[in-house]
């Protein structure tokens, strides 16, 4: 059992993330077991509760656990299986030691960071190891924050109590370009290193993010300032089109085959046949291009609908072709009318979301793909919009809604679910991970899935109302999947529209390069086959 450890210098958002998954990418293609997992300094308990400004989206895993968007990256770089005991934040920590106390459990001694708090985290560590090869703990932060130190301490003591031939500690840091200057500075990783090494940590590999390519004179003086091999120092660049070149490149840079050698992990070379061949279709792909508007309310955060945005690139290997996003913001629908921003795409995705900001832009926005059969994909908020769109135009219930945007609506068609009425907590309350779905025959959905049964993780407290279902139906509005314990609807589809698809659920978390969802593959197929007849016309 080998343990890698993952550390940031400089400054946050260097691409620990990505790095940690594209290396967890690298060891499979060596045939290794891995999983990966991140520990959060923060004082949270999960991310469930911080606005996507703080934090970007919240990822959500099969067993309902609401965390790091990094999970996502690891989840759609690697195979392996994550829950809820691969985030760790510091919130649980302190919650599980101060709980203990309470009960008695330390027998009288003074509770402290060092024991207890460092051994809190050692033991998930030891524990989220069992059953791989290989386990990469990726810490969230900069070295050098102070709510950081304990994790850094619990690394240190791990790596002398389980043999330090067994643990490889990566440093990723930033080499920033001073363009008055023409170079690329080392000072800054040379002084995150040594802030390192007070703690008793030395990085064995330093992986520097840079924009501009490193020259030898470089990897000589950060391996000696350093105190890293120079072979060891990896140099890793912007990546050109897309971040699933990373494993390409940090192959290429021989960052695998350094890891395996100072492990001394015994396995095959490295294939990169499957790695090339989603590359290739990602850099040069050979089936033409299709315009998809995403309309939300976060439109100028990188992160907020990030697991969103990778399905799509996902779909565009799947379909061998190019996917524009065009990032719609709902409000300014609202404001301008949806003709001004949908005229020229080619399919239409309305993510999740909460509260009632741009609601009805994206109300607009779904009647606009219904009225001009332009493809359309709803998700989680977005099937409830389709929904409510098709309640108001195709039965004539003015003014019916969610009654999570007005609790007063003559129609909820969208409702709030039995047993979330008397939740008052908000972290981890909601109705959250996978769920069974099965699917009705000749549909769409069952088209694209080619089963009947398939599992969906979510993330809601609404649902779609059974009262209206009828009405619904016989009004043209299809049940293509229903969740069969509870008879919840968890599918919508238009009929009479080529491709109008609505789920409850969230498909985004479980799409990866190297399988693409197949929704999100139906549906840019679906839009390429827009883009062709719009052309034509
Ligand atoms: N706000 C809606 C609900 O709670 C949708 C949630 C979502 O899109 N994730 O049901």
């Avoid at 106390?101 to 050692?122: A, C, F, S, W």
């Avoid at 089109?241 to 992990?265: A, Q």
């Avoid at 990030?306 to 190019?322: M, P, T």
Wanted: aromatic residues 8%; proline residues 4%; hydrophobic residues 35%.
């Amino acid at each position: 059992m080998k343990y890698i450890f993952i550390t940031g210098g400089v400054v946050s958002s260097l691409g620990k993330g990505l790095t940690s998954g594209a290396l967890g990418a690298l060891l499979e293609t060596r045939k290794l077991k891995v999983r990966i997992q991140k520990f959060d300094p923060y004082l949270n308990v999960d991310p469930g509760t911080m606005s996507p400004f703080q934090h970007g989206e919240v990822y959500v895993l099969d067993d309902g656990a609401e965390t790091d968007l990094d999970l996502g990256h690891y989840e759609r770089f690697t195979h392996c299986q994550l829950s809820r005991f691969n985030n760790l934040t510091s919130g649980q920590v302190y919650e599980h030691v101060i709980q203990k106390e309470r009960r008695g459990d330390y027998l009288g001694k003074t509770v402290q960071v060092i024991p207890h708090v460092t051994n809190e985290i050692k033991a998930r560590i030891y524990a989220a190891g069992e059953g791989v090869d290989v386990l990469i703990t990726e810490i969230g932060g900069t070295v050098g924050d102070i709510e950081g130190l304990p994790f850094l301490e619990a690394m240190r003591q791990f790596s002398l109590e389980v043999g330090k031939e067994n643990v490889l500690f990566i440093h990723v840091t930033l080499l920033p370009y001073l363009k008055a200057a023409g170079e690329l500075k080392t000072k800054p990783s040379q002084q995150s290193v040594a802030k390192l090494r007070e703690i008793g940590i030395q990085p064995d590999i330093l992986v520097c993010r840079t924009e501009e390519p490193m020259t030898e004179d470089m990897r000589q003086k950060l391996s000696m300032f350093c105190n890293v091999e120079q072979k060891a120092v990896i140099e890793e660049m912007d990546v050109k089109h897309s971040i699933y070149e990373l494993p390409l490149m940090l192959s290429t840079e021989g960052m695998d085959k350094l890891v395996v050698e100072r492990l001394g992990l015994k396995c095959p070379e490295s294939d990169m046949t499957a790695w090339n061949s989603i590359v290739r279709r990602l850099v040069s792909p050979k089936g033409g291009e299709c315009k998809i508007a995403v309309v939300g309310k976060y439109i100028d955060l990188q992160d907020a609908y990030k697991s969103i945005y990778e399905s799509l690139a996902h779909a565009g290997v799947g379909n061998d072709c190019s996917v524009k996003i065009i990032r719609v913001d709902s409000e300014a629908v609202e404001a301008g009318g949806p003709e001004k921003y949908l005229a020229d795409v080619d399919g239409i995705l309305i993510p999740g979301g909460f509260g009632d900001r741009g609601i009805e832009g994206k109300i607009m926005s779904a009647k606009y793909a219904r009225e001009n059969k332009i493809p359309y994909f709803g998700i989680c908020l977005g099937m409830q919009i389709a929904v409510i769109e098709y309640a108001r135009s195709a039965l004539g219930l003015e003014g019916a809604n969610s009654s999570e945007f007005n609790e007063n609506t003559l129609y909820p068609v969208i409702t709030i679910m039995d047993e979330q009425k008397n939740i008052v907590d908000k972290g981890a309350t909601m109705r959250l991970g996978s769920y069974e779905c099965r699917l009705v025959p000749e549909t769409l959905a069952y088209k694209a899935y080619a089963q009947e049964t398939v599992r969906e993780r979510h993330r809601h407290r609404y649902e779609f109302n059974n009262a209206y279902r009828e009405r619904l139906e016989n009004a043209g509005l299809r049940i293509a999947g229903v969740n069969p314990k509870r008879d919840l609807v968890e599918i919508v589809e238009v009929s009479g529209h080529p491709w109008m698809l609505g789920v409850q659920f969230h498909p985004e978390f479980q799409s990866k390069p190297s399988k693409p969802h197949p929704l999100f593959c139906a549906f840019v197929a679906e839009a390429l086959k827009f883009s062709k007849s719009r052309l034509e016309k």
